[in-house]
C-alpha cells in the first residue's frame, strides 16, 4: 500500500495573511448580504404598502363610479383617469349579464386575465368586503407587483400591476457596489494582515537570526531587551542563555587550550628522549626496536594531534582570522601538493583555469589541502586525483581516493570532531588524529566556502571531498 505524501503546511506568515484575508471576506460578504437584504425589503416593502393604499383607493372610486350602463369606453377613460403609483398599469373586471368583461390600461405590456396569475384572482373572488390581495411575479420577463381588490359594489374586480423594474436595478446596482466593497475590503484584509504578519513575526525572525548566528559560531549576538515589555521576559532568557552558552564554550575552548599547551613540555622532552633512542638502535634488541618503532609512531600521533586540539581551541576562542591574500589557485594546489610530499598525485584542471584568481590565507589553504591528502592516505589508500573545476564565482577543489568510499548517513558525521567513521579504524595503514576534517570544515568556513564529500563520477569505488571556494577575479 502507497503511503500518503506528507501534507505541505503554509509558513506562519501566510497563514496569518490568509487568516485576515478570509475574515475579512465573510465579514464583507455577511455585511453585503444584510444590507442588501434589508435594503430589498425595505424597497419592495414600500412600494407594496404604497400600491395597496393607492389601489384600494381607486377600487373604491371606481366601484362608486361604474354601473350596469357604464359602457367600454366609459371604463376607458374611468381607467385613463385613476392616480397610479410607478406607472402602474390598471386593469378592472366588469360582470355583465353575458359573463365577465376585462379591460386594461395597457394590454400590450399586461394583458387580461392571461398576465393575472389564477391564484390571486382565486384570492380576490371572495365576499364583498374582502381585502386586498397581492403577490409579486414576472409577465414577459419584467416584474410586477399585482394587486387585486374586489369592487364595493360586487360589480366586479380592479387590479393594478405596479412594475418594479426600477427596484431591480436599484438592486443590481446596490449588489455591484457591495461586491466591489467586498472585494476591495478582502484586499485590504490581506494588506492588514501582510502588515499585522510582519509586526507580528519580526520578534521570532531576530530570535530566528540571533540563533543562526549563534549556531554559525557569533557567541556574541544577543536580542534588544528593550522595546516591547511583553517581549523582554523572552529576550533577557534568550540572551542569559546565550551569555551561558557563550561562556560554557570559552571555558571548555580554555581548558583543551591549557591542556594542549601544558602537553607540549612533557612531550617535547619525551620526543628528545626517543629521539636519543634512535640515535642508540643499533645496540637495542629486535624486541626492542620493535618497541621503540612503536613508541616513535604513537609519539608523531600524538604531537600532530596536540597541535591540531590547539589549532580547533584557537577557533573556538577567538573564532579564526585570516591573512588573505591573491594568488591563482592552479598554481598554489600544485605547490601545497608538493609540499604535502604527494607531488606524484595527478591535479587536472581546464586550461582556461590558469588564469583564475581566488583571495584566501593561503597557511589555512595549504592546511586544507594537506589534511585532504592525509585522510585520504590514512583511510582510504591515498589520493588518486585532484581536480579543480571553476563554475561562475565558485572554484572546486576536489580530492578523490580509490578506498571504499564514504556512506551516505556518514558524510556528515565524518566533519566531527574526532570521528572518522565506520572505515576509521581500518582502512589504510593509518589511523589520524580525528581532528582533521574538523579543521578543513573550519579553514573552508572561514573563507566563506563549504565542504562535501560525494562519490566518484566516474562510478569507480572510492570517494571525493569537495573544497568550494569563492572566486574574486579571473
Same mark, same amino acid.
Given at each position: 500500500?502507497?503511503?500518503?505524501?506528507?501534507?505541505?503546511?503554509?509558513? $506562519?506568515?501566510?497563514?496569518?495573511? #490568509?487568516?485576515? +484575508?478570509? !475574515?475579512?471576506?465573510?465579514?464583507?460578504?455577511? @455585511? =453585503?448580504?444584510?444590507?442588501?437584504?434589508?435594503?430589498?425589503?425595505?424597497?419592495?416593502?414600500?412600494?407594496?404598502?404604497?400600491?395597496?393604499?393607492?389601489?384600494?383607493?381607486?377600487?373604491?372610486?371606481?366601484?362608486?363610479?361604474?354601473?350596469?350602463?357604464?359602457?367600454?369606453?366609459?371604463?376607458?377613460?374611468?381607467?385613463?383617469?385613476?392616480?397610479?403609483i410607478a406607472d402602474a398599469i390598471p386593469v378592472i373586471q366588469v360582470r355583465r349579464s353575458t359573463g365577465f368583461e376585462w379591460i386594461s390600461g395597457d394590454p400590450e405590456a399586461f394583458g387580461a386575465p392571461t398576465d393575472i396569475n389564477a391564484n390571486l384572482l382565486m384570492m380576490v373572488?371572495?365576499?364583498?368586503?374582502?381585502?386586498?390581495?397581492?403577490?409579486?411575479?414576472?409577465?414577459?420577463?419584467?416584474?410586477? $407587483?399585482?394587486?387585486?381588490?374586489? #369592487?364595493?359594489? +360586487?360589480? !366586479?374586480?380592479?387590479?393594478?400591476?405596479?412594475? @418594479? =423594474?426600477?427596484?431591480?436595478?436599484?438592486?443590481?446596482?446596490?449588489?455591484?457596489?457591495?461586491?466591489?466593497?467586498?472585494?476591495?475590503?478582502?484586499?485590504?484584509?490581506?494588506?492588514?494582515?501582510?502588515?499585522?504578519?510582519?509586526?507580528?513575526?519580526?520578534?521570532?525572525?531576530?530570535?530566528?537570526?540571533?540563533?543562526?548566528?549563534?549556531?554559525?559560531?557569533?557567541?556574541?549576538?544577543?536580542?534588544?531587551?528593550?522595546?516591547?515589555?511583553?517581549?523582554?521576559?523572552?529576550?533577557?532568557?534568550?540572551?542569559?542563555?546565550?551569555?551561558?552558552?557563550?561562556?560554557?564554550?570559552?571555558?571548555?575552548?580554555?581548558?583543551?587550550?591549557?591542556?594542549?599547551?601544558?602537553?607540549?613540555?612533557?612531550?617535547?622532552?619525551?620526543?628528545?628522549?626517543?629521539?636519543?633512542?634512535n640515535s642508540r638502535r643499533d645496540e637495542l634488541s629486535d624486541r626492542a626496536q620493535t618497541a621503540l618503532d612503536l613508541l616513535t609512531d604513537d609519539l608523531a600521533r600524538f604531537r600532530q594531534l596536540v597541535e591540531d586540539l590547539l589549532e580547533i581551541s584557537r577557533y573556538d576562542t577567538?573564532?579564526?582570522?585570516?591573512?588573505?591574500?591573491?594568488?591563482?589557485?592552479?598554481?598554489?594546489?600544485?605547490?601545497?601538493?608538493?609540499?604535502?610530499?604527494?607531488?606524484?598525485?595527478?591535479?587536472?584542471?581546464?586550461?582556461?583555469?590558469?588564469?583564475?584568481?581566488?583571495?584566501?590565507?593561503?597557511?589555512?589553504?595549504?592546511?586544507?589541502?594537506?589534511?585532504?591528502?592525509?585522510?585520504?592516505?590514512?583511510?582510504?589508500?591515498?589520493?588518486?586525483?585532484?581536480?579543480?573545476?571553476?563554475?561562475?564565482?565558485?572554484?572546486?577543489?576536489?580530492?578523490?581516493?580509490?578506498?571504499?568510499?564514504?556512506?551516505?548517513?556518514?558524510?556528515?558525521?565524518?566533519?566531527?570532531?574526532?570521528?572518522?567513521?565506520?572505515?576509521?579504524?581500518?582502512?589504510?595503514?593509518?589511523?589520524?588524529?580525528?581532528?582533521?576534517?574538523?579543521?578543513?570544515?573550519?579553514?573552508?568556513?572561514?573563507?566563506?566556502?563549504?565542504?562535501?564529500?560525494?562519490?566518484?563520477?566516474?562510478?569507480?569505488?572510492g570517494a571525493r571531498f569537495v573544497v568550494e571556494l569563492p572566486v574574486v577575479s579571473e
Open positions: 500500500m502507497a503511503l500518503a505524501a506528507p501534507r505541505t503546511r503554509l509558513r $506562519l506568515r501566510a497563514r496569518l495573511t #490568509l487568516a485576515f +484575508g478570509l !475574515g475579512a471576506l465573510l465579514l464583507s460578504t455577511l @455585511l =453585503s448580504a444584510v444590507a442588501y437584504g434589508l435594503t430589498r425589503d425595505n424597497l419592495l416593502d414600500g412600494r407594496e404598502a404604497d400600491a395597496v393604499v393607492v389601489t384600494s383607493r381607486n377600487a373604491r372610486r371606481i366601484g362608486a363610479t361604474i354601473t350596469e350602463e357604464t359602457d367600454q369606453t366609459d371604463l376607458r377613460e374611468i381607467l385613463g383617469n385613476q392616480t397610479t373572488s371572495n365576499p364583498v368586503g374582502a381585502s386586498a390581495a397581492h403577490m409579486r411575479y414576472k409577465v414577459q420577463d419584467d416584474p410586477y $407587483l399585482v394587486i387585486g381588490v374586489p #369592487l364595493s359594489t +360586487g360589480a !366586479g374586480t380592479y387590479v393594478e400591476a405596479v412594475p @418594479l =423594474s426600477d427596484i431591480e436595478d436599484t438592486l443590481s446596482s446596490l449588489g455591484l457596489a457591495l461586491l466591489g466593497a467586498s472585494s476591495v475590503t478582502t484586499l485590504a484584509g490581506v494588506g492588514l494582515g501582510t502588515w499585522a504578519s510582519r509586526r507580528v513575526l519580526s520578534p521570532i525572525e531576530d530570535v530566528s537570526a540571533t540563533a543562526e548566528a549563534l549556531a554559525s559560531g557569533d557567541l556574541s549576538a544577543r536580542l534588544e531587551v528593550e522595546g516591547d515589555r511583553d517581549l523582554a521576559p523572552l529576550a533577557a532568557s534568550f540572551n542569559e542563555m546565550a551569555a551561558n552558552l557563550e561562556e560554557r564554550i570559552e571555558r571548555d575552548a580554555r581548558f583543551a587550550s591549557d591542556v594542549s599547551h601544558e602537553l607540549r613540555s612533557p612531550l617535547m622532552t619525551i620526543m628528545a628522549s626517543v629521539e636519543v633512542l577567538s573564532g579564526g582570522s585570516l591573512e588573505s591574500d591573491h594568488f591563482g589557485i592552479v598554481e598554489f594546489v600544485i605547490r601545497a601538493a608538493r609540499e604535502a610530499d604527494h607531488d606524484e598525485i595527478p591535479v587536472t584542471y581546464p586550461p582556461e583555469m590558469a588564469e583564475t584568481v581566488v583571495e584566501a590565507d593561503k597557511r589555512r589553504l595549504a592546511r586544507v589541502i594537506a589534511n585532504l591528502l592525509a585522510n585520504a592516505k590514512n583511510y582510504a589508500g591515498g589520493a588518486s586525483a585532484i581536480e579543480l573545476r571553476q563554475f561562475d564565482n565558485t572554484v572546486e577543489i576536489a580530492v578523490e581516493d580509490g578506498g571504499p568510499g564514504v556512506p551516505e548517513e556518514e558524510r556528515q558525521l565524518i566533519f566531527s570532531r574526532f570521528a572518522r567513521g565506520s572505515e576509521g579504524g581500518r582502512r589504510g595503514a593509518g589511523t589520524g588524529t580525528g581532528l582533521g576534517l574538523a579543521l578543513v570544515v573550519e579553514h573552508v568556513r572561514l573563507h566563506g566556502g563549504r565542504v562535501r564529500v560525494d562519490d566518484r563520477p566516474d562510478g569507480e569505488p
